[in-house]
């Protein structure tokens, strides 16, 4: 009956009242007592006659459809595998009764489990070679393009899961294994025709084609499991062997496309290449040098430039390319690259390259200073409050790339002083937003003169209008104010003893009284080389108001009425070097307004000039602003040096009280990752090293020349005087 | 006997007691040995009568014949390095003027080949007194302690300047630039 019942099994399904009646036999051989139980007796005949089936229906069919062609033997296979699915369930069904205790009972394998087994071992070990070959070839066509049928590989596949008896090795060995053999085999055939033929973004669009193709082909048919392996093996072959030779392609690598703003390609380059572990790092690298050689561009220009025109300390055309050469890159990292790290580096690095090459008389850091100075002073560019912010923002990423951060900081505050002082700042908040950007870059420390600059004007508007009272009080001839600026924020000045009219004199006088009282303790000198007058003169019939300085206004008064003066006698009277004097008189008798006559006339100033006022001087204008040159230079180079001394000297004492004792090459590490504003060659930090060993904080140890260690007892009169300044 | 030496405990006293006993002050080392075995420490180019006493009554030299018969043990051949090494820096201390911790330049290159004459190789000597002479450098024209003492250090560490790295040196600039000196020299 059992026979009979697997021949039919195979193609008809049984029917409840069947299925009931197999089930009681089998209930009732199986429950009766020994020597009447059966269990054993089926259990081994259950095996027998799958195995029969197996060996002697199922293996000749199968037998003979091979060599008739992949998909032959396939669909056979298929068929008589569904077929046994079908049995082998049915006859688990009827056997139940074994499967719930005598199997168990034994440790047996389950009636299935058994099923499987002899399929396997009849069936499947002597088929699977060659049917996983055929189904390599099926894939292999569509690949080609053919269509071919998905439905019939997929079943097949699931026999290969279904071999694994629950977990995946048979499908992993006999048919994944050679499946990524033959991918490997196939791409690599494909990229070495492509490799040849096509430009770097064909090749890049056949290979992301391909990727996705195999990515579908894992979820159409095949086991999830294989989707990592197979794609890496793409991976591999397509992009990883042949990475560096699409990037340097000639006329459509890397450089080509960053050149020609190909945006997309470079997008699908960036893709493709971070599925590789690595694989970004050679593109960043092309973008960096490319980057820089961009910035090498700019560079040159400028360089060609200074060839005819004269070298200044202000060149707005190289900070806007700058600036633009920046933005550029900065959107394509976003777009292109996903803002990916590694070419945010690679744009960092380029940039701290170009930035640093000082090209003529003038450092970069002063032409960035001098361009701020530009778009923050009135009568500079023309731009909108968003503009201006928009500016300032981006010389403030390219200042973050400047080594010399404290000579930047040195001319700036220089400039902001001259801003403020003679009252050229387009807006106050400008200004502010400006400082506070670089406060986020750089710490409190960075901005606090600039901050102290700015509220001293602020303190100075408030107490004007007391002052102002106090002046009126007096009945003063000349409208007087007066800018208290507190030493220590502001650039030091020169400060001429200049001998003053009466009236200029009285006035400074009632300020300093109302002053004294209002801050006893402090002590007020006067720079009356920064001081700014209006001064109406009359020339024959007209009258002029004139913006001048007030060392201007006091050589003026000295010429009042028509008087001549030697350069000696001036000099003399007003108590100004031939420094100061020279300058000043040129500015009044050989600028554009020659207020002054010069005997004899000619452009330069000598001491033998004489000087008395143009009696014929005219002009269409009422107001006249007559420039003076500066007196100082435009920064103290001199002082930012000593500052470094200071903050190096610093370091060294701040690490060397927490380490004690320090090898060499650690010290000057240690300090140059301690200075965050500017980087000193090694030597320098030598000697400062010195001087410290000098003044006796540091020795030489005396087994290792090679080691300091703080002197006992440090000096303590030393290291007060540094740690205040630092 | 020997205090009437003592009644100028300066230069002056020393070269006295020098042209008594044959050697000349400004040239002879052996001057400024016999000074540095006396214990001469307080202040730069004297000795104290507590010093002076100490050292005689430590060295046992109470007569003009004694300190004749000391000279020969005062050349510095007999020092091991260690010793020679203190002497050195002896040498400098003593030879500063009034309250400057440093010495000319000058003085430096006339100290340096009479003091380390037989222990340093007479053309290290040379090339250095050379290039601190023809050094345009201000900083140089005063030598300090560090960069006298550690000249003779880098005579015994650093035979050969091809051994000399100086991006790992923590010996003073000057010694870089010595060096690079010497590697110019080479060259020509």
């Known amino acids: 009956m059992l026979d009979n019942g697997i021949k039919e099994g195979k193609t008809n399904m049984f029917g409840a009242k069947e299925y009931v009646t197999i089930y009681t036999t089998c209930y009732d051989m199986c429950t009766q007592r020994s020597p009447y139980n059966w269990s054993r007796d089926l259990y081994q005949r259950h095996g027998e006659t799958i195995e029969n089936y197996l060996t002697q229906t199922v293996l000749p069919a199968l037998r003979e459809k091979t060599g008739q062609g992949g998909t032959i033997l396939l669909a056979e296979l298929q068929h008589r595998w569904s077929n046994h699915q079908i049995m082998n369930k049915w006859l688990k069904k009827f056997f139940t009764y074994l499967d719930r205790y005598y199997v168990k009972h034994h440790s047996l394998p389950t009636l299935e489990q058994a099923g499987l087994r002899h399929f396997?071992?009849?069936?499947?070990?002597?088929?699977?070679?060659?049917?996983?070959?055929?189904?390599?070839?099926?894939?292999?066509?569509?690949?080609?393009?053919?269509?071919?049928?998905?439905?019939?590989?997929?079943?097949i596949v699931e026999l290969y899961e279904s071999m694994g008896m629950g977990g995946l090795e048979a499908y992993t060995a006999d048919l994944e294994s050679p499946l990524l053999d033959s991918t490997r085999d196939y791409y690599v055939k494909k990229r070495e025709s492509w490799i040849v033929v096509d430009s770097t973004p064909d090749y890049l669009i056949k290979a992301e084609r391909a990727l996705a193709q195999e990515k579908n082909r894992v979820a159409d048919y095949l086991n999830n499991a294989s989707e990592t392996k197979l794609l890496r093996v793409c991976e591999e072959e397509l992009l990883e062997k042949v990475e560096m030779q699409l990037l340097e392609k000639e006329g459509s690598g890397c450089r080509v496309?960053?050149?020609?703003?190909?945006?997309?390609?470079?997008?699908?380059?960036?893709?493709?290449?971070?599925?590789?572990?690595?694989?970004?790092?050679?593109?960043?690298?092309?973008?960096?040098?490319?980057?820089?050689?961009m910035g090498n561009?700019?560079?040159?220009?400028?360089?060609?430039?200074?060839?005819?025109?004269?070298?200044?300390?202000?060149?707005?055309?190289?900070?806007?390319?700058?600036?633009?050469?920046?933005?550029?890159?900065?959107?394509?990292?976003?777009?292109?690259?996903?803002?990916?790290?590694?070419?945010?580096?690679?744009?960092?690095?380029?940039?701290?390259?170009?930035?640093?090459?000082?090209?003529?008389?003038?450092?970069?850091?002063?032409?960035?200073?001098?361009?701020?100075?530009?778009?923050?002073?009135?009568?500079?560019?023309?731009l909108s409050e968003a503009e201006v912010e928009e500016n300032l923002d981006r010389i403030v990423q390219l200042f973050s790339y400047l080594t010399d951060k404290d000579l930047f900081a040195e001319i700036y505050r220089n400039q902001l002083a001259k801003r403020l002082l003679n009252q050229r700042s387009a807006s106050d908040d400008a200004e502010k937003v400006m400082i506070s950007k670089l406060k986020m870059q750089c710490g409190t420390h960075f901005t606090s003169k600039m901050e102290g600059m700015l509220a001293d004007l602020a303190v100075g508007s408030d107490q004007k209008t007391e002052f102002d009272a106090k002046l009126k009080q007096h009945n003063s001839k000349l409208d007087f104010s007066v800018q208290v600026l507190t030493t220590g924020f502001w650039p030091t000045y020169k400060s001429p003893e200049v001998v003053l009219p009466e009236q200029m004199s009285t006035c400074m006088g009632i300020?300093?009284?109302?002053?004294?009282?209002?801050?006893?303790?402090?002590?007020?000198?006067?720079?009356?080389?920064?001081?700014?007058?209006?001064?109406?003169?009359?020339?024959?019939?007209?009258?002029?108001?004139?913006?001048?300085?007030?060392?201007?206004?006091?050589?003026?008064?000295?010429?009042?009425?028509?008087?001549?003066?030697?350069?000696?006698?001036?000099?003399?009277?007003?108590?100004?070097?031939?420094?100061?004097?020279?300058?000043?008189?040129?500015s009044l008798s050989c600028g554009k307004y020659k207020v002054v006559t010069k005997t004899p006339a000619s452009n330069k100033i000598n001491s033998t000039d004489s000087f008395k006022a143009n009696p014929k001087f005219?002009?269409?204008?009422?107001?006249?602003?007559?420039?003076?040159?500066?007196?100082?230079?435009?920064?103290?180079?001199?002082?930012?040096?000593?500052?470094?001394?200071?903050?190096?000297?610093?370091?060294?004492?701040?690490?060397?009280?927490?380490?004690?004792?320090?090898?060499?090459?650690?010290?000057?590490?240690?300090?140059l990752s301690q200075l965050a504003f500017f980087k000193p060659n090694p030597r320098v930090i030598k000697k400062r090293i010195e001087a410290l060993i000098d003044r006796e904080y540091l020795e030489r140890s005396k087994d290792n020349n090679n080691q300091y260690n703080v002197s006992s007892p440090p000096p303590?009169?030393?290291?007060?005087?540094?740690?205040?300044?630092? | 006997e020997t205090s009437i030496y003592h009644t100028e405990t300066t230069l002056l006293g020393i070269s006295m007691l020098c042209d008594d006993l044959g050697i000349d002050a400004l040239e002879d080392i052996r001057v400024l040995v016999l000074?540095?075995?006396?214990?001469?420490?307080?202040?730069?180019?004297?000795?104290?009568?507590?010093?002076?006493?100490?050292?005689?009554?430590?060295?046992?030299?109470?007569?003009?014949?004694?300190?004749?018969?000391?000279?020969?043990?005062?050349?510095?051949?007999?020092?091991?390095?260690?010793?020679?090494?203190?002497?050195?820096?002896?040498?400098?201390?003593?030879?500063?003027?009034?309250?400057?911790?440093?010495?000319?330049?000058?003085?430096?290159?006339?100290?340096?080949?009479?003091?380390?004459?037989?222990?340093v190789p007479s053309k290290r000597l040379s090339t250095f007194c050379d290039f601190l002479t023809e050094s345009k450098d201000e900083s140089y024209s005063r030598i300090t302690l560090d960069q006298w003492t550690s000249f003779l250090d880098f005579c015994y560490e650093v035979e050969d300047i091809a051994?000399?790295?100086?991006?790992?040196?923590?010996?003073?600039?000057?010694?870089?630039?010595?060096?690079?000196?010497l590697e110019e020299l080479e060259k020509k």
């Open chain 2, 35 to 119: 000074l540095w075995k006396l214990g001469a420490n307080e202040k730069p180019a004297q000795i104290s009568k507590e010093e002076w006493k100490k050292g005689c009554i430590e060295l046992r030299v109470d007569s003009m014949a004694k300190f004749k018969a000391l000279l020969p043990a005062l050349d510095t051949g007999f020092l091991d390095r260690t010793e020679f090494k203190d002497f050195f820096k002896f040498c400098f201390q003593f030879n500063r003027q009034g309250t400057h911790r440093t010495l000319d330049k000058d003085l430096v290159t006339a100290l340096i080949p009479m003091t380390l004459k037989d222990r």
């Open chain 1, 716 to 726: 303590t009169v030393v290291l007060i005087g540094i740690l205040a300044l630092a």
């Open chain 1, 297 to 382: 561009d700019i560079i040159d220009k400028r360089k060609a430039r200074l060839e005819t025109e004269k070298d200044k300390n202000d060149d707005p055309k190289f900070v806007k390319s700058l600036i633009e050469l920046h933005e550029k890159y900065l959107g394509v990292i976003k777009t292109d690259f996903a803002g990916h790290s590694l070419f945010q580096k690679a744009l960092k690095d380029a940039f701290v390259e170009i930035v640093n090459k000082n090209v003529g008389q003038y450092t970069n850091a002063e032409l960035m200073s001098t361009f701020c100075d530009r778009v923050l002073k009135s009568g500079g560019e023309k």
């Open chain 1, 618 to 671: 005219s002009s269409n204008m009422r107001k006249l602003r007559i420039p003076m040159a500066s007196l100082d230079a435009s920064h103290n180079t001199k002082r930012v040096e000593e500052d470094r001394s200071i903050a190096i000297e610093a370091a060294i004492v701040r690490i060397m009280k927490a380490r004690k004792t320090l090898q060499h090459q650690q010290l000057i590490a240690e300090v």
């Open chain 1, 511 to 586: 300020f300093k009284d109302w002053h004294e009282n209002k801050h006893a303790k402090r002590k007020l000198a006067w720079i009356h080389s920064l001081g700014n007058a209006s001064v109406r003169g009359t020339f024959g019939k007209k009258s002029y108001d004139m913006q001048v300085t007030t060392l201007q206004a006091v050589a003026l008064d000295a010429l009042n009425g028509g008087k001549t003066l030697t350069f000696t006698e001036l000099a003399e009277k007003l108590n100004l070097e031939e420094s100061v004097l020279k300058p000043l008189m040129h």
């Open chain 1, 120 to 155: 396997k071992s009849h069936i499947y070990d002597g088929t699977k070679a060659e049917s996983a070959a055929a189904i390599l070839s099926l894939i292999n066509e569509e690949r080609e393009g053919e269509i071919i049928d998905k439905t019939l590989v997929k079943s």
């Open chain 2, 163 to 181: 051994d000399y790295d100086e991006a790992t040196s923590a010996w003073p600039v000057l010694i870089d630039e010595y060096v690079e000196y």
């Open chain 1, 257 to 293: 496309l960053l050149a020609n703003d190909k945006s997309e390609d470079l997008r699908r380059m960036f893709t493709l290449f971070s599925r590789l572990e690595k694989g970004l790092n050679p593109m960043a690298d092309i973008v960096q040098k490319f980057i820089s050689s």
